[in-house]
């Protein structure tokens, strides 16, 4: 079975400072690992995705992630914020039939 | 380019009715995917379909629950003799996978969010 934890429910950071959003994962097989971006009363849009390739992985919006196998992360950064980041983030871990188990999730908060 | 569509966006019924919601997925795609997401969660997998064939059914799906894809494009997911439990938004995505299959990406509609009173 696949899981996925977001640790913390919460983050608030500062325009233009750096984000930071931790994931982690336990998945049997080598992963297809995804942040996925939700504003209010919307649908999920993809940011980025890791599918064996690099392990950097650069997305929309200035965002990318990092895959570290021997730590089961898939951590989410941003160098700078910007108000407009303020969503929520999901993590999520991808299988053989393109299932996607989702965490629950970390809501952004950028301070002015 | 349309995306995945989803219809209608917000009902509100009241407890012991029957809802349907109805998704269309990006046209090329073979995969159907539907979610369930409550406040403060992530998305719930429901159940996915290839083509016409409904493949995986989360135990979440009770009884009242029943989705079908029948010509292998458009989705619908009906409820009945719903419950306040129900509440939520429901979430539907599509992926295309081939024969060296896909890098499971799914597309997700805006979500059909169901209040029940």
């Known amino acids: 079975a696949q899981s996925v934890t977001q640790l913390g429910s919460h983050v608030s950071v500062s325009e233009g400072a750096l984000v930071l959003l931790r994931c982690n994962y336990s998945?049997?097989?080598?992963?297809?690992l995804f942040w996925y971006v939700q504003y209010p009363n919307q649908g999920l849009q993809l940011l980025l995705k890791y599918t064996s390739a690099a392990t950097l992985v650069k997305g929309i919006n200035g965002f990318e992630a990092e895959f570290k196998k021997s730590e089961t992360s898939f951590h989410l950064t941003k160098p700078s914020a910007h108000m407009s980041d303020a969503a929520e983030y999901f993590c999520a871990v991808g299988g053989a039939n393109s299932k996607l188990t989702f965490g629950k999730g970390i809501t952004l908060s950028v301070r002015p | 380019d349309t995306g995945v569509s989803q219809d209608p966006r917000h009902k509100i019924t009241k407890r012991g009715q029957n809802v349907t919601f109805r998704c269309d997925p990006i046209s090329e795609h073979n995969r159907l995917y539907w979610y369930r997401q409550t406040l403060g969660q992530g998305p719930e997998f429901l159940t996915y379909?290839?083509?016409?064939?409904?493949?995986?059914k989360s135990r979440l799906l009770s009884d009242r629950f029943s989705a079908e894809r029948p010509k292998g494009s458009f989705s619908t997911l009906e409820i009945q003799r719903t419950e306040q439990g129900d509440s939520a938004m429901y979430l539907c995505a599509s992926s295309f996978s081939g024969l060296a299959g896909g890098t499971g990406e799914l597309f997700f509609g805006e979500g059909s969010r169901l209040t029940v009173l």
């Open positions: 998945s049997s097989v080598p992963p297809y």
């Open positions: 379909f290839q083509n016409e064939a409904q493949l995986e």
